[in-house]
């Protein structure tokens, strides 16, 4: 199952060493949800009110840099959904490739923005500050 989830993302985002880092970002990824708390995870999606109070493992410590990455990419993540916010991207793209000597460079930039893109909304936050080593 692995090696085929591997082989879906990386057809369908072309970057460099795609299944050797995707292979272990998957393998985190499962790891992490085999370690769950389910009367963690009941509580975070509000599914167990009795259990709100567990929620409280979760909550960010001021200072954790863990923590703050992972919310910040989280952020960045939300506002990577929204339309506007990617057109304003791009647009700063081509303005960018005025100054910069590289031919076709809006396309190049473009095409990398869009597989950056895709590869944060394939990634859990705490992966992407962990491949950052912020985590």
Do not use: H, R, W
Not at 36 to 43: D, F, G, I, K, Y
Not at 88 to 93: D, G, S, V
């Amino acid at each position: 199952m692995l090696n085929e989830l591997t082989n879906i993302l990386c057809n369908t985002i072309q970057i460099p060493f795609c299944k050797s880092v995707m292979g272990a970002i998957i393998k985190e990824s499962l790891s992490d949800v085999e370690n769950l708390s389910p009367n963690v995870t009941c509580a975070n999606v509000g599914a167990c009110t009795s259990l709100a109070s567990e929620k409280k493992e979760l909550e960010i410590a001021v200072g954790d840099t863990c923590s703050e990455c992972t919310q910040i990419v989280g952020e960045v993540k939300s506002l990577l959904q929204n339309q506007q916010v990617v057109s304003l991207i791009k647009e700063a793209i081509t303005e960018i490739c005025t100054i910069l000597p590289i031919s076709d460079c809006a396309t190049t930039l473009d095409g990398y923005f869009d597989q950056i893109v895709a590869l944060l909304n394939t990634l859990p936050a705490k992966t992407v500050c962990s491949l950052i080593g912020l985590c």
